[in-house]
């Protein structure tokens, strides 16, 4: 069994940055690639970024240049950086493992963390 939990989220003007932190639980992180997922009301739920166990990375093009995702393989937790954000970032922000990869695609595991709400607003 693997536990998710976020943190970091809450309120930024555009232009701002937050940090975001899952901390999982249980040794087999380090087995796992990771992600992160967002849902606004109202919409599909949609990949963000993806860590592999050795690092390599993957985003959204809505994203890239702005966010940046990292893993600590000995603290359990992954991160993703948010910076320039943007009105259209506001969503729920989920952590997600174990995250596919299968012909050109990517596809969240079974475990997912709670949550936690971005919004970005003047």
């Known amino acids: 069994q693997v536990q998710l939990v976020e943190s970091g989220g809450g309120l930024v003007q555009p232009g701002g940055s937050l940090r975001l932190s899952c901390a999982a639980s249980g040794s087999i992180f380090s087995w796992y690639a990771m992600g992160w997922y967002r849902q606004d009301p109202g919409k599909q739920r949609e990949l963000v970024a993806t860590i592999t166990t050795e690092g390599n990375t993957n985003y959204a093009d809505s994203v890239k240049g702005r966010f940046t995702i990292s893993r600590d393989n000995v603290k359990n937790t992954i991160y993703l950086q948010m910076n320039s954000l943007k009105p259209e970032d506001t969503a729920v922000y989920y952590c997600?493992?174990?995250?596919?990869?299968?012909?050109?695609?990517?596809?969240?595991?079974?475990?997912w963390g709670q949550g936690t709400q971005v919004a970005v607003s003047a």
């Open positions: 997600n493992a174990p995250v596919g990869y299968y012909e050109g695609d990517y596809y969240p595991g079974n475990y």
